[in-house]
């Protein structure tokens, strides 16, 4: 049966940012007068502001009453796509986020607590804390994992971090200089290997897909500190020669570190530990329902590793002795502090929550449907006119995601993978995903299933991309000319990266404006 497209267009409303908006005296929220005699007990406010704090003039704030701002956000909103319609962003996966999941994080026993408050009343929030540790431990094997870590990229460095203690604490970190990577692990990985003061090495993929044994025999030596992989990486392509590679970075005295990023399609699968693997870190804003992150947040890198690289672990660790939990501070071979404190706990709680609705069965049978539906997907796209896959002749299954290439249709109608994306905007589609540069894949795009969109869903992403190709190959102009259907034409890209045409505060935006 063949799929419908619905008709789509996004509303436009000639919004002013909020900053811009408001009427003198207006209010969301009036605050009754002070009683006398709670002035008579304190004294005047004014008092209890040092002068040198004071301001001088009013904040420049919109005054607007509550509706106003409520209206404001949503008209915003309806001019966003996102979540809202289907968002298959491959390489980091996203689902959706339950809502009683948000309203519990919401709570005051999680946004007004502060981390350095008596343990005796953060019970609560510390076990929630331990019992994700728990959970991660069980599904990779680890002895210990912490949440310090902001992301993938922090979570990174934190391996990077104990690799450095570890190595230290035995007298061989100056000669231990060299981290292995290949060029399909994140970038995240070589930058924090980097920026940690280590070499990076770079093996390269080959014809099946991934690094071959003898390039890494070739880069592993007595200088060797760790390796960093993702398996499988951002092409689906899972390495089955794994164990061999662990065995051989082990032999050489170096640590193995597993970048679980791309989990969803494996979890209750494989365990990072049982592979050989050192330390290993998950996305708990990703494969565990969390809200993905962006522009910086909030994310949580979820770092774990053996009993053997736990006394390196950042501190504090959260800790418990059957009865109480704790703060565990005493760690005097810790790598120090990767962030603050013991980690962003809404994005820890949500993920907990998530992780205990789904039990180890749902787990598996989500991961079970995160690799059928690629692969359903696959057959479908592969029909399509322009549309070819990364490394064609290999035969194994790709798992969670796989890396296409619109090459062809490039070459033969002038349309990009740009384009393409642009245009998916118009059917109230998410544009694709393309990869992480570099680019192994000319004119890339990798979408990801996962469990959460049904079959219905995934015909129409997919009839979309079909529009498209017939659309290029007929009339290339209403791709490249597109988008048509939304609240802004296109966006200038140039302007990005040029700080006279963006602002980080109102305040700067004023002075720039008047400055053109």
């Not at 996966?93 to 350095?116: C, D, G, L, S």
């Not at 922090?154 to 200089?177: I, K, M, P, W």
């Not at 989990?263 to 209750?268: D, I, P, S, V, Y």
């Not at 498209?468 to 890209?493: C, D, F, G, W």
Request: hydrophobic fraction near 40%; aromatic fraction near 8%; charged fraction near 20%.
């Amino acid at each position: 049966m063949s799929t419908t497209l619905r008709e789509y267009h996004a509303p436009v409303w000639s919004e002013p940012v909020i900053m811009e908006m408001g009427y003198p005296g207006r209010r969301g929220v009036i605050f009754s007068e002070v009683e006398e005699d709670v002035k008579t007990a304190v004294g005047s406010v004014e008092a209890l502001v040092p002068v040198t704090m004071r301001r001088g003039r009013k904040p420049a704030l919109p005054e607007m009453s509550e509706p106003e701002v409520l209206y404001h956000y949503l008209r915003l909103s309806q001019q966003t796509l996102g979540m809202m319609g289907i968002s298959l962003f491959g390489t980091c996966t996203m689902k959706y986020n339950a809502q009683i999941n948000e309203a519990m994080a919401w709570r005051a026993e999680i946004t007004e607590v502060h981390p350095y408050q008596d343990e005796d009343t953060l019970q609560g929030a510390l076990e929630i804390v331990h019992g994700m540790d728990t959970i991660l431990r069980e599904l990779s094997g680890m002895d210990q994992f912490i949440f310090q870590a902001g992301g993938g990229a922090d979570a990174a460095y934190t391996s990077c971090a104990v690799t450095r203690a570890y190595h230290a604490s035995r007298g061989e970190l100056e000669q231990r200089n060299e981290i292995i990577t290949t060029i399909q692990t994140h970038p995240s990985s070589a930058a924090t290997a980097a920026a940690a003061g280590f070499k990076v090495i770079t093996l390269m993929i080959e014809e099946n897909g991934y690094p071959s044994l003898e390039s890494l025999k070739a880069a592993v030596s007595s200088r060797t500190a760790a390796l960093m992989v993702n398996n499988p990486d951002d092409m689906g392509v899972y390495n089955p020669e794994i164990r061999e590679w662990v065995r051989l970075v082990h032999e050489a005295g170096g640590l193995c570190f597993y970048d679980h990023a791309n989990f969803n399609g494996a979890m209750t699968k494989i365990r990072a530990r049982e592979l050989g693997f050192d330390a290993c870190m998950f996305m708990l804003h990703k494969t565990f329902g969390a809200p993905k992150s962006g522009v910086g947040g909030p994310a949580v890198g979820a770092y774990g590793c053996s009993a053997e690289l736990a006394p390196f672990l950042p501190a504090p660790v959260v800790a418990f002795d059957g009865e109480r939990y704790s703060l565990d501070h005493d760690r005097p071979q810790s790598c120090g502090k990767i962030r603050e404190f013991w980690g962003n706990v809404p994005v820890i709680l949500k993920a907990y929550a998530w992780s205990r609705a789904m039990g180890a069965e749902g787990m598996a049978e989500a991961s079970d449907i995160s690799v059928l539906a690629n692969n359903y997907m696959e057959k479908g796209l592969l029909a399509i006119r322009g549309v070819t896959r990364s490394h064609p002749d290999a035969t194994s299954p790709r798992l969670e995601m796989t890396r296409y290439s619109l090459q062809q249709m490039k070459e033969e109608t002038g349309v990009d993978v740009h384009d393409v994306q642009n245009r998916m905007s118009d059917f109230g589609i998410d544009p694709m995903w393309s990869s992480h540069h570099p680019w192994l894949v000319e004119e890339p795009f990798t979408p990801e299933p996962g469990e959460m969109y049904g079959k219905e869903a995934l015909d129409t992403w997919i009839a979309v991309l079909a529009q498209i190709s017939a659309e290029a190959y007929s009339n290339p102009q209403i791709v490249k000319t597109s988008p048509h259907n939304q609240a802004i034409h296109r966006l200038k890209s140039a302007n990005m990266d040029d700080p006279q045409h963006w602002a980080m505060t109102w305040r700067a935006f004023q002075r720039k404006r008047q400055n053109t």
